[in-house]
């Protein structure tokens, strides 16, 4: 059974430039969320993607958007990137939305702007 | 605000000896609470969780983790240490409260744990 997977593994980009990240998410699962890890930080909270909707949002700008297809992938989205956006990205899979349920996380994608 | 802080950058610890990874929340309500573990170049492997119940948890690869409530804490322990150990630890927090749906999680910092032979 695949965990949670993504691609690509490594990503650079030049500022201004547009990148799309994507995950599939463990069999089973239908929510996937999103996470931007920043070197030598926690992972913050981007947004969460159910029944092929945003669901919940944390604290980022509109430049990063998502998708989630009908079997449950999912892309993120980032437009006009900032030297700040230099990070891992982080894909995680749940089943359903319970608040009980630990998420399962990818191995990310180490996106760098220069 | 839901917070989480963890305390030490890093712990050190030699190998056989027990550890103990700190970790304390600040939530409205009633906490959900989780510790995962990174290592290097790879994604966030989840440990284990305090939903309700039992304050001692007891989670993967012979860790555990005990809730108190009154000290706003969730500490990770082991009670024997091994070089494999060494990583990066998260402990993590969603407020059951937060409605209806799954709500993110509050991530803290993370502690760099390092077991020596």
Not at chain 1, 79 to 100: E, Q, W
Not at chain 2, 32 to 54: A, H, S
């Amino acid at each position: 059974d695949a965990g949670v997977t993504q691609s690509p593994t490594h990503l650079i980009k030049t500022r201004g430039q547009q990148v799309t990240l994507r995950c599939s998410p463990k069999s089973g699962h239908d929510t996937v969320s999103w996470y931007q890890q920043a070197l030598g930080q926690g992972p913050q909270f981007i947004f969460q993607y159910y029944e092929e909707e945003e669901r919940q949002r944390g604290n980022f700008p509109d430049r990063f958007s998502g998708h989630q297809f009908p079997n449950y992938s999912s892309e993120l989205n980032v437009n006009a990137l900032l030297l700040g956006d230099s990070a891992l990205y982080l894909c995680a899979s749940s089943p359903g939305t319970s608040v009980r349920n630990e998420q399962f996380f990818g191995p990310g994608t180490r996106l760098t702007v220069l | 605000a839901q917070s989480v802080a963890q305390p030490e950058d890093q712990v050190n610890v030699a190998e056989g000896n027990p550890l103990t990874v700190k970790c304390t929340y600040s939530v409205s309500g009633n906490p959900y609470l989780f510790w995962y573990v990174q290592y290097p170049n790879r994604g966030l492997q989840f440990l284990l969780k305090y939903i309700t119940g039992d304050n001692l948890v007891k989670g993967s690869y012979g860790f555990e983790a005990e809730f108190n409530k009154s000290q706003t804490s969730f500490h990770l322990k082991k009670p024997s240490a091994l070089v494999s150990d060494s990583a990066l630890y998260f402990c993590a927090v969603r407020d059951r409260n937060y409605g209806g749906s799954q709500g993110n999680l509050i991530f803290g910092k993370g502690t760099k744990l390092s077991v020596k032979p």
